[in-house]
């Protein structure tokens, strides 16, 4: 007999979104004050009117709209690309057969266990030599396929597409590459979507590589941010109305998706 979720439960679920979204408000409220807001012993509670002042300095201090397109070129491209190759691998380990498949996705799935941090320098050394380093190609091109996202995938696709109509596909004179695009990425678009999303979501966070590779007259949005705290001096409501800017594409993408997301979060659930 199925019972409605009691009091504790929606109390539980109000003050985990709650907490998720007060971070964001705090940010919301900073930033649209002045800064002399922190020097008081009581913060405010209410959003001030200043907002669009303090986002008119951002814009004035550092290259914002310039860093937002680099962000959503990096994030866009790199998911996109994350996707259909980790789709790809993810399918070959799932369903075809060839020696050396188990090592060989067993040695994908180690190189998540090998910090990034490690990989620097030769990264570095090697976009130098490409002559790549300052343009943001020297940010998509190392992560256009990564090893969770072929891990991911491959989990999915071995009970989402069924044997049988690989081979009734096969029967019907259809290629290899025929049988991926026109079987295998219906069946795994719930999944992709997922991978879609976090993949942008991280690569969009993203500080450590950019702030390595990218100059300050090119940067990415994050590098944007960290140019706003400059001096000895810290002017908080620039930086949060800043960082306010910033999250705004995200909470965008996820209202947007949201149903697509929760749909494919869902099926995921089901089949398991």
């Not at 930033?31 to 200043?50: E, I, N, R, Y």
């Not at 891990?151 to 009970?159: G, K, N, P």
């Not at 800043?242 to 979060?265: C, D, E, H, R």
Request: glycine content about 8%.
């Amino acid at each position: 007999m199925n019972r409605r979720p009691g009091f504790l439960v929606y109390g539980l679920l109000i003050a985990f979104v709650l907490g998720s979204a007060a971070p964001l408000y705090w940010s919301f409220l900073i930033g649209s004050h002045t800064k002399d807001v922190m020097a008081q012993q009581v913060p405010p509670l209410l959003p001030g009117g200043h907002f669009l002042e303090n986002a008119g300095r951002v814009f004035e201090t550092v290259p914002f709209w310039k860093a937002m397109g680099n962000s959503l070129l990096v994030s866009g491209v790199t998911a996109t690309s994350v996707v259909f190759f980790s789709t790809l691998a993810g399918f070959a380990f799932a369903k075809l057969r060839f020696r050396g498949s188990g090592a060989l996705l067993v040695f994908v799935v180690a190189t998540m266990a090998v910090p990034t941090q490690l990989g620097v320098v030769p990264l570095f050394i090697l976009m130098a030599k490409l002559g790549w380093t300052g343009s943001v190609w020297a940010v998509i091109i190392p992560w256009v396929v990564t090893a969770f996202g072929v891990f991911f995938m491959r989990q999915y696709l071995v009970d989402a597409v069924p044997d049988e109509l690989i081979e009734a596909a096969r029967v019907d004179g259809c290629s290899q590459f025929r049988i991926f695009w026109n079987v295998a990425v219906p069946a795994a678009r719930p999944a992709a979507a997922i991978l879609w999303l976090f993949t942008f979501m991280q690569v969009w966070t993203d500080f450590f590589w950019p702030l390595i590779v990218l100059p300050g007259d090119n940067p990415t949005v994050q590098i944007a941010l960290n140019q706003l705290q400059s001096g000895y001096y810290t002017d908080y409501s620039l930086v949060l109305a800043g960082a306010s800017l910033a999250t705004l594409p995200l909470l965008i993408l996820f209202i947007a998706t949201g149903k697509q997301f929760v749909s494919g979060i869902m099926q995921g659930a089901v089949k398991g």
